[in-house]
């Protein structure tokens, strides 16, 4: 083999040397590349994985603070159930003590007028009772008509009256605590 030949030997080896060097390396770089992307795809994962266990988070003190709040909404129903039978028995209770002095009255014989008076006397602790609670008997006659205190039901033209002063009451109006519980029933001037 000539010098010649050789040579092109030499030069087709090492063609073929930095051909598979720059394939080793394309791989060597396709292989770091690919090893890039699944790390980069496991970090995409995690952090696709952590917001779904933030949300389910959410979800369970979610329904934790639902459940939280329905027990709180029934214990406070319970409360104001158990309140409201135990402030009805005690106004019942009250209330035994005048029954007791009617069916006492209706059973004693009338001498002198004591009945009237006996009855009296049960109307007054019934009232005094009633008043304790918070009732109040609403002022009406002689005063000026107020819609939201009296309820007219007649009206009557009289002399040397102002309009709107209510004559007469037909039936009494009472208010609880400031809260008209039933408007005064007048009769009232024009």
Request: net charge negative; glycine share 4%.
């Amino acid at each position: 083999m000539s010098k010649k030949e050789k040579d092109e030997v030499i030069e087709e080896v090492s063609e073929e040397i930095k051909d598979m060097e720059s394939k080793e390396a394309d791989e060597i770089e396709e292989v770091e590349v690919e090893e890039i992307e699944e790390e980069e795809i496991e970090e995409e994962e995690s952090q696709v994985e952590e917001p779904e266990e933030e949300k389910d988070d959410m979800n369970t003190k979610l329904l934790r603070l639902q459940a939280d709040f329905i027990n709180y909404k029934n214990r406070a129903d319970k409360e104001k159930t158990r309140i409201y039978s135990s402030a009805i028995e005690d106004v019942v209770c009250e209330m035994l003590t005048v029954l007791d002095n009617f069916e006492r009255a209706l059973d004693a014989p009338d001498d002198n007028g004591s009945f009237k008076e006996g009855v009296q006397m049960i109307f007054d602790q019934f009232k005094q009772t009633l008043n304790k609670r918070g009732l109040e008997e609403i002022d009406a006659l002689g005063v000026g008509f107020d819609p939201a205190l009296h309820h007219g039901v007649m009206s009557e033209d009289v002399e040397d009256t102002e309009a709107d002063i209510v004559l007469e009451v037909l039936q009494k109006g009472y208010k609880m605590k400031e809260k008209i519980i039933r408007p005064s029933m007048v009769k009232v001037s024009r």
